[in-house]
């Protein structure tokens, strides 16, 4: 078997030196700000902020819109926008101005209403650790996994998605290629939407998930 390297990660926060004060110029600078790595960091990166996070609002323009602009109505529909969902992350960027589009278009908007608190437009940069940690086999792995650090599950789980070709995890890319003994493992594995979780809530669902099949392996 190949040992799965363990990668520990950290996110940079970058400033872009744009900013929007009312949903009309958050719209406009979401226009042309093209770069994968702003959309990326306003849907992801809040996972490695050292904050809490809002279970309710996700996303960073969800958030903004409610408590900066006291929109609940769109903040609703920007927060059940699934990033897991678009294979392009350009993509996920155009379905936010789409989303804001409709609502501006709503006869109860008022265009003038300016926000509590500017939306900072931010971009991300990842340092990547190795901490020479290899993981043998998948049953190491479930050994393992509770002390795993969150910033290693992010760059195996959440990065792993703009990095492979399946837009899966490593860890199922790994096991998929340990045999057919892993095969349906690794799929449970890829299964697992990671978007409306918090990591410390992945992690436990991955300890479970390891735990559970492994331990009916052992007793077939």
């Known amino acids: 078997m190949e040992p799965f390297l363990l990668t ?11 900013m929007a004060l009312n949903l009309r110029e958050l719209r406009d600078r979401l226009g042309r700000m093209t770069d ?6 306003h849907f992801w990166g809040g996972l490695l902020r050292p904050h809490f996070v809002d ?7 969800a958030a903004w819109a409610y408590h900066s602009l006291h929109e609940r109505r769109l903040a609703e529909r920007l927060a059940i926008i699934n990033p897991s969902d ?3 992350i350009d993509n996920l960027r155009l379905k936010v ?15 003038h ?3 509590e608190n500017p939306f900072f ?8 650790f190795d901490t020479r940690q290899r993981i043998q086999t998948p049953e190491e792995l479930a050994q393992i996994i509770p002390t795993i650090s969150l910033g290693s599950l992010f760059y195996h789980f959440i990065d792993s998605r703009r990095r492979t070709e399946s837009r899966s995890n490593d860890f199922s890319e ?3 290629g340990l045999g057919e003994q892993y095969a349906g493992l690794a799929a449970q594995i890829a299964a697992i939407d990671p978007y409306f979780k918090t990591l410390t809530e992945l992690r436990d669902h991955l300890r479970m998930i390891l735990q559970s099949n492994l331990q009916k392996t052992e007793n077939s």
């Open 8 to 18: 520990d990660c950290a996110l940079i926060s970058i400033a872009t030196g744009e």
């Open 174 to 176: 790994w096991m998929a």
């Open 86 to 88: 678009f294979e392009a």
């Open 121 to 128: 437009f931010m971009r991300f940069q990842i340092v990547i």
């Open 113 to 115: 209403v300016e926000a």
């Open 36 to 41: 994968p790595a702003v959309t990326y960091f």
């Open 97 to 111: 101005i789409d989303v804001i589009e409709e609502r501006m278009d709503e006869q109860d908007f008022e265009p």
């Open 55 to 61: 279970p309710e609002y996700q996303n960073d323009f």
